[in-house]
């Protein structure tokens, strides 16, 4: 989806305008923002000359994820060495590629958002642990504004880097400069960026991305931390007073223009679209509703972080034990949001770089000092698996997933080939450009490698389309005539054996899908075979045939 916004914008579609056209009623709307787009068109239109439009999409495609792995892998890096010294770093540098969250979110063909937050994150920490002047505060709130613009979900993430920065400068008054200009920077960007990428929405309200109740809310947050700094020499619990009437002010103004923001982006959603789709999408979930070796993937690593950083901050003093302690303070905040969404995880395995590689050297001094080779082999991979418990993880549980342990029931064999990866939808690229009734989770696939328009994909601000696909496959045949017609469809299409259709069949074994997997006739649909695909495809009939 994010390829096809970028094509979109390419070809003509406005800059502001960031709906999807090609469903359903051409007016689909997407909270997501340009900023995103920009590295990805400018990549795509760098390698067109050199190698065609075709190939310089898949080029883009690989080394745009590649160019954010190698910024987390710098900037972790440069994190470490700035509150652990040179050799701590290197060993940051090695340890990024470990960590299987960050790999996931910055892998080849990971176009979306996520890779560019995690970076923006670390650029604003980075510019936290800098002297603290107006320089590196401005820095702040720049990353930290256009973190905030890309996705709404770095709030959390931006209110713990700049609440740290406002808490040192509570018990340090000299980095009021620092402080200062990160919320001023912060409000001043978020309008300009806002402005810039929204162009005639800006005044739409919105809790799923900044809006002007979010801005009122910002603006109110830092005038109240400027007032809390007028009084130059207050006590430490009058200027942690003052920050903590700062946020209320903040959460109350946002109350006050916008109080269902705070039941969050998701809480318009009806009970269908909320058990089917949103508590079926894993990134979203909290760690104790995730399958047990990607939560253990997710939290090893901060974990290790954690400890590696106490330590280190015991053994620090001066400067270094304060640098420290706001490692600490972002490594703590960061793992605890993991913990309640599971993917702000690839961000708390970044924060936690310092920290582990901190532990890492410790392990590996020690185990270099043992005498005996044998010994001392076994030492350093020891220092290695414990500084890695993601992998480790897999190890055991992926063994033990062949005798049973934490394994799930096995898809039930269907009596036709089935579509193992889902890509096997752009076999629809047979038909006539059309109008197709699809399950949500191809259509994204479909829109960008065929010439069909769909009904919907599980995009929250669509909860009528995502209703109505999900409705139609899981409820009788008629209500399905209906609803398929009323769409204006000229096919229903789906996948055997692809996730979300296999939750149709669990849900409603006599329901519409299930009964068109299983081969049963409607004088409505005629089937149309695919030629050497596993993908199900039938025509709707206006004028019903005998079945």
């Not at 980095?175 to 300009?192: E, H, K, N, P, Y």
């Not at 901050?313 to 969404?341: D, I, N």
Request: one cysteine or more; proline letters at 6%.
């Amino acid at each position: 989806m994010r390829l096809l916004e970028v094509r979109d914008w390419l070809n003509g579609q406005s800059w502001w305008d960031v709906s999807q056209h090609r469903l359903w009623d051409g007016h689909f709307a997407m909270h997501w923002s340009r900023l995103v787009d920009l590295p990805l068109a400018l990549m795509m239109a760098v390698f067109d000359p050199i190698f065609g439009p075709a190939a310089a999409t898949r080029v883009a495609l690989v080394a745009l994820p590649l160019v954010t792995l190698l910024a987390v892998m710098a900037l972790g890096a440069e994190l470490t060495r700035r509150v652990a010294g040179l050799e701590r770093a290197k060993m940051a540098v090695l340890l990024v590629p470990l960590s299987i969250p960050l790999l996931y979110q910055l892998r080849p063909l990971r176009i979306d958002h996520h890779g560019w937050q995690i970076v923006l994150a670390l650029i604003a920490a980075n510019a936290l642990l800098a002297k603290p002047d107006a320089r590196s505060g401005s820095l702040i709130g720049l990353a930290l504004a256009a973190l905030l613009t890309i996705s709404l979900e770095g709030m959390p993430i931006t209110v713990a880097i700049l609440g740290v920065a406002l808490l040192a400068w509570a018990f340090d008054p000299t980095r009021r400069a620092q402080a200062l200009a990160a919320s001023w920077t912060l409000t001043g960007a978020v309008i300009v960026l806002h402005v810039a990428t929204r162009g005639p929405a800006i005044l739409t309200a919105a809790c799923d991305a900044i809006s002007p109740a979010w801005i009122a809310g910002l603006s109110t947050a830092t005038l109240g931390v400027t007032l809390a700094m007028i009084v130059r020499r207050a006590p430490l619990a009058i200027r942690l007073g003052m920050l903590g009437v700062a946020g209320a002010a903040a959460l109350a103004m946002l109350g006050a223009l916008a109080p269902k923001c705070f039941g969050g982006p998701f809480a318009g959603l009806d009970p269908l679209v909320r058990t089917f789709w949103y508590d079926k999408v894993s990134e979203g979930l909290p760690i104790w509703d995730q399958v047990r070796v990607w939560a253990l993937m997710t939290i090893g690593f901060p974990i290790v972080g954690l400890i590696g950083g106490l330590f280190a901050w015991r053994a620090s003093e001066g400067r270094e034990r304060v640098q420290w302690a706001m490692v600490l303070a972002l490594a703590v905040g960061s793992f605890a949001l993991s913990l309640l969404v599971v993917r702000s995880g690839a961000t708390a395995n970044a924060l936690a770089l310092p920290g582990g590689a901190w532990a890492l050297q410790a392990m590996l001094t020690r185990a270099r000092a043992v005498t005996s080779v044998a010994i001392r082999t076994l030492a350093t991979a020891g220092s290695l698996t414990a500084a890695t418990p993601g992998l480790m993880a897999v190890a055991i549980l992926g063994v033990g997933n062949a005798f049973g342990i934490d394994a799930r029931p096995a898809a039930p064999k269907l009596h036709r080939p089935s579509c193992e990866h889902g890509h096997e939808i752009v076999d629809l690229g047979q038909l006539p450009p059309s109008r197709v009734f699809a399950p949500l989770d191809v259509t994204p696939d479909i829109l960008a490698r065929t010439k069909h328009s769909a009904i919907g994909a599980g995009y929250h601000r669509n909860v009528a389309s995502i209703h109505t696909v999900i409705a139609t496959f899981i409820g009788t045949p008629q209500d399905a005539h209906r609803r398929v017609l009323a769409s204006g469809a000229a096919y229903v299409v789906g996948c055997p054996g692809e996730n979300e259709t296999e939750m149709y069949k669990q849900a409603a074994p006599n329901g519409f899908w299930s009964r068109l997997e299983r081969g049963d006739r409607f004088a409505w649909l005629q089937p149309v075979p695919l030629s050497h695909s596993p993908v199900l495809v039938w025509k709707v009939m206006r004028e019903p045939t005998r079945p």
